[in-house]
Structures are given as structure tokens and as C-alpha cells.
């Protein structure tokens, strides 16, 4: 018996005429009404970065830089200033290669906008050593031999300078048994707590306790 259908809603040749053009937006991802392909790549070019010039104080010396607003220290640093001593690790604050010290204090590069700095004294690893003379911390790493691949050590370096300001002022630790002490002792414990931010894959961690240990006994 002849099949008859009298249903109302897409014809066969409807069906038909649609699938030839999903089927091109399928395999092309581009409809098939789209404009020229010339078009497409001009909407598609990426419009220019607005940037601004900012003056960064660093190691001592006003550097000018023209930058976009969301660079970070450590780009900023690395990418645009050629300070390289800064070392990116992860880029997400987790360890701590990128330690630098701004007015004194230690901070993650990578969490930091450069924009956020103007006017701030920044310490880089460069900055450390007075011409030929090691900074104590860089020359007690020297001695205790306080690194192995040395990519770590930037941030250990200027961590540890800024932790033992930290000591010095009294500030308190996890590992201080009194936390109303009006100075620290540095023992083992307080020195591998307080340099708990900075990781080393090759392990240096026993030496960079002894290397932090000589420098904060010398000072
Ligand atoms: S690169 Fe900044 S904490 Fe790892
Ligand atoms: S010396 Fe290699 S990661 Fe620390």
C-alpha cells in the first residue's frame, strides 16, 4: 500500500536543503551566510594593547617602562626591564622563585601588578651585592653551598634578607612557642618555617638553613 503523509511541519526537501548547510557549518565552523573569508581575518585581528609609561624604582635606579596595566612585577621585571634574576616558578604564588623585596618586605612578583609599584623601593636579586661584595646571605650560600640548580635561589636569597628583617623586627611565626617574644631566635625550626614559601626541587633545603643560619648569626 502506497505510504502517505499528511503530517504538517519540515518536508524531506526542507530536511535536505538544512543538512547541506549545518553540514558546511559543521566542517567548517563558519555559516554558510557568514561574510568572506577576508572579512573574518580582519574581525578577528587583535586590537592593539592599550599601555601606559610608569617609572619603576628598582635596585636604586628610576627605570622608565610602557606597559600594559595588567603586567606583573615579575614580566614587568623579566620581560620588559631585563632583570632576569627573578625567576617565574609557577606564576600562581605557589613557589616563591619570584620573591623580591618591596620597601624591605618580601613579596611574590607574579601576584603583584607592576602599575601597583611606582614609588615603591623594589630589591631584586641583582640588587643585593654592594659591586663585587656578596650581600652575607648571597656569600653564606656561596659557603654552605646552598643551592644545586641555582633556579630556586634568587627567591631563597632575597626571602631569606627579608625574613630575617621580619626576625629582627620580633614579628612572630607558626613555629615560635611565644608569640608575644619580644625577639626571635632563629633556630632550625623558625628558619625552615619562615622559608616555608620557597621550594627547591633539588633539596637544598639543610644547606639553606645552615646558609641562613651563618647570615643571621653574622648580623
Ligand atoms: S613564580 Fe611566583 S610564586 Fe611561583
Ligand atoms: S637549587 Fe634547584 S630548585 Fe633549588
Avoid at 519540515?10 to 538544512?18: D, F, I, K, N
Avoid at 632583570?83 to 618591596?102: F, I, M, R, Y
Avoid at 659591586?131 to 641555582?150: E, I, K, S, T
Wanted: proline share 5%.
Amino acid at each position: 500500500m502506497a505510504r502517505t503523509d499528511n503530517r504538517s511541519g519540515p518536508t524531506r526537501r526542507m530536511v535536505l536543503e538544512g543538512g547541506v548547510a549545518t553540514g558546511v557549518l559543521l566542517a567548517t565552523g563558519i555559516p554558510v551566510d557568514a561574510e568572506p573569508a577576508d572579512s573574518v581575518t580582519a574581525a578577528a585581528s587583535p586590537t592593539p594593547v592599550p599601555t601606559m609609561p610608569m617609572s619603576l624604582r628598582i635596585n636604586a635606579k628610576d627605570l622608565a617602562v610602557e606597559l600594559d596595566l595588567r603586567t606583573t612585577l615579575l614580566d614587568a621585571l623579566r620581560n620588559h626591564l631585563g632583570l632576569t634574576g627573578s625567576k617565574k616558578g609557577c606564576d600562581h604564588g605557589q613557589c616563591g622563585a619570584c620573591t623580591v623585596l618591596v620597601e624591605g618586605r618580601r613579596i611574590n612578583s607574579c601576584l603583584t601588578l607592576a602599575a601597583m609599584h611606582e614609588g615603591d623601593e623594589i630589591t631584586t636579586v641583582e640588587g643585593l651585592a654592594e659591586g663585587d661584595r656578596l650581600h652575607p646571605v648571597q656569600a653564606a650560600f656561596v659557603a654552605r653551598d646552598g643551592f644545586q640548580c641555582g633556579y630556586c635561589t634568587p627567591g631563597q636569597i632575597c626571602s631569606a634578607v627579608g625574613m630575617l628583617g621580619e626576625a629582627r623586627a620580633g614579628w612572630p611565626s607558626h613555629a615560635s612557642a611565644d608569640v608575644a617574644a619580644a625577639s626571635v631566635a632563629l633556630s632550625d625550626a623558625e628558619i625552615r618555617e619562615r622559608m616555608s614559601g620557597n621550594i627547591c626541587r633539588c633539596a637544598a633545603y639543610p644547606n639553606i638553613v645552615a646558609a641562613i643560619r651563618d647570615a643571621a648569626e653574622e648580623a
